[in-house]
């Protein structure tokens, strides 16, 4: 090797490349806070191996030693594992302060009545706090996030106005079990005539500006077997909660957008639409068979909608 | 010594060295997934003993497609991590068996709008079309675009066949022959084994669309119902409740 070139002012060693007649490379070494980082680096490196799964064997890899993870099956039985994110989720959620907090809340709230609930403050905001999260996941994007709902697609929630019954039961069970909202097409059933007659009637069962002499029509096949609108809606138009039939004498639409249209015209076309078209809404399980909320937090949800329905009723 | 001056004074043997250590990272955590056992994730039914992650059906496979196409994965992800917080929020960490059919996966690892793994079942059929036509007709603060053509477009599935031999090929188990007929028979049961029969995935998927409805038009075949029926089959296919979490902690 060929001895190494000094630069004549400093007396450092240089690679030898000279650019634009005196700008020299250095052969400095490497600073040493860098290179004792960098020792420190591989160290680390070791010590993460040895503690934690790291490297491929033949069939399965090196599991780690000395920080293993205990967790509780289903059964109760105390299992101790190498570092894992699984045992680790499992853990956090059996022992973990947030969750164990959330969890003390939640058999509280499980364990009281709707009345105790709305008493108790504390429970309350548990109920306020934990249940604007859980309508936001699970019901906010049909309902929106006020509860208020889509004309024509998602029933308001907080209008006081309930297709399938405003108790607490009822709610519960609707949250459980979702609901199946079906009112078969008439477009088949109903002359253009007929379709006018019944469309009359039903705005005027509400007050709605409408033909008379039509509306009359409209009553006797709305009541009579021709239609037989009143199997579910009864013979008053007041509707039936356990087929999630709607009330029809009451100013509250929930899926012909009669208050949107401005003309009786337009109105009386959004009321034909409905009949003509039928009505075929699903809002899906949220119990065992479908999202898996637990009893608990349907009742949290319950109480939640409880709220906000009475927050709105305030205003 | 070795200097670093004749590896970098030699192109070749820098290339070499270079290919060797940027390799070690990917040989070291790519290669044992493909031969330690445990990765995959054993999941059967606890009672009957079929295995609960098929391969999608024929529609389902074709929405998927079009999930591709419109590049759904650019802003959602289709993985659940196994921290409290998704959890809470999307449901039970995603299991590598649930993807093991998929052909491209799609982890992602970007979310700009929220994870998709167990959106299945999560919204009506109803609210699905209204979101993709005018995500913000049901949430006034998306930022998701529209999609109305999904609507309009009738679905092409005049190559749906050559698509799942195709998938067949990288190892997705849609059956030919009697022979992987009755295998599929055995490992997911029949009715599953009857919709993954390539010979009658035509029918399969027509009959799959009548009976859904997907896109609330019976009597049009959309882009739409496909869709929708990918999206109402995922992560429903594990029901978490039939496990104890012990099992899935044991195959890490």
Redesign the interface.
């Known amino acids: 090797m060929a001895t190494p070139v000094k630069d004549p002012l400093t007396g450092a060693e240089t690679t030898g490349h000279v650019w634009d007649d005196t700008l020299q490379e250095f052969n400095n070494p490497l600073p040493r806070w860098w290179l004792w980082t960098f020792y420190g680096t591989i160290i680390f490196a070791i010590v993460y191996w040895i503690m934690y799964p790291a490297w491929p064997m033949f069939d399965s890899y090196t599991k780690g030693i000395g920080n293993n993870i205990t967790y509780k099956t289903d059964a109760g039985e105390e299992k101790s594992t190498h570092w894992n994110m699984r045992a680790l989720l499992a853990n956090e959620m059996q022992t973990g302060e947030p969750a164990l907090k959330q969890k003390a809340y939640l058999d509280k709230v499980g364990a009281a009545s709707y009345e105790q609930i709305a008493a108790d403050p504390d429970m309350s905001a548990f109920v306020r706090s934990y249940g604007v999260g859980m309508f936001g996941d699970n019901c906010a994007a049909c309902h929106q996030a006020g509860g208020q709902g889509v004309v024509g697609q998602f029933p308001n929630l907080v209008d006081d106005d309930w297709l399938w019954g405003g108790d607490t039961t009822a709610i519960e069970t609707t949250i459980r079990g979702g609901r199946m909202g079906y009112m078969p097409a008439y477009s088949k059933t109903f002359s253009p005539d007929q379709l006018n007659q019944v469309a009359n009637y039903v705005l005027t069962l509400s007050g709605q500006p409408a033909d008379a002499a039509a509306a009359a029509e409209g009553q006797k096949i709305f009541q009579g077997e021709t239609g037989g609108c009143y199997m579910c809606h009864t013979k008053e138009g007041k509707g039936m909660h356990a087929q999630g039939a709607a009330n029809l004498t009451d100013k509250v639409w929930t899926i012909a957008n009669v208050d949107a249209a401005t003309t009786p015209e337009a109105k009386l076309e959004a009321v034909k639409a409905v009949i003509h078209n039928g009505v075929n809404r699903k809002m899906p399980v949220f119990g065992k068979e479908g999202r898996n909320l637990s009893d608990t937090e349907i009742k949290v949800l319950t109480a939640y909608l409880q709220q906000m329905s009475a927050g709105v009723a305030a205003k | 010594m070795f200097k670093h001056?004749s590896i970098e004074t030699n192109s070749g043997l820098l290339i070499v060295l270079t290919l060797v250590a940027i390799s070690i990272g990917g040989l070291?955590e790519i290669?044992?997934l493909h031969?330690?056992?445990?990765t995959v994730e054993d999941v059967k039914d606890p009672v009957t003993g079929v295995e609960l992650v098929r391969p999608y059906t024929p529609l389902e496979q074709r929405g998927r497609d079009i999930y591709i196409r419109e590049g759904c994965y650019t802003c959602h992800s289709q993985m659940i991590?196994?921290?409290?917080d998704e959890?809470?929020?999307y449901?039970h960490?995603s299991l590598a068996a649930e993807s093991k059919f998929d052909h491209p996966f799609q982890w992602g690892s970007k979310r700009t709008g929220p994870d998709l793994a167990r959106v299945g079942?999560?919204?009506?059929?109803?609210?699905q079309v209204?979101?993709l036509v005018a995500p913000r007709?049901?949430?006034?603060e998306s930022i998701m675009p529209n999609y109305p053509w999904l609507l309009e477009n009738n679905l092409q599935y005049a190559d749906i066949k050559d698509r799942m031999i195709a998938l067949k090929r990288v190892g997705v188990p849609y059956s030919l022959t009697k022979v992987e007929y009755e295998s599929n028979v055995k490992r997911f049961g029949e009715d599953v084994a009857k919709k993954l029969d390539i010979n009658t995935a035509e029918n399969n998927l027509m009959a799959q669309a009548q009976k859904g409805n997907y896109d609330?038009n019976p009597n049009k075949l959309t882009e739409m119902d496909a869709l929708v029926a990918y999206l109402q089959v995922l992560g429903t296919m594990v029901d978490?409740?039939k496990f104890?979490?012990?099992h899935?902690?044991?195959f890490?």
């Open positions: 001056e070291v290669v044992p031969y330690i056992n445990e991590r196994p921290f409290r959890d809470l929020r449901g960490y079942g999560k919204y009506s059929n109803e609210w209204a979101h007709s049901v949430v006034p609330g978490f409740k104890d979490e012990d899935f902690i044991q890490r």
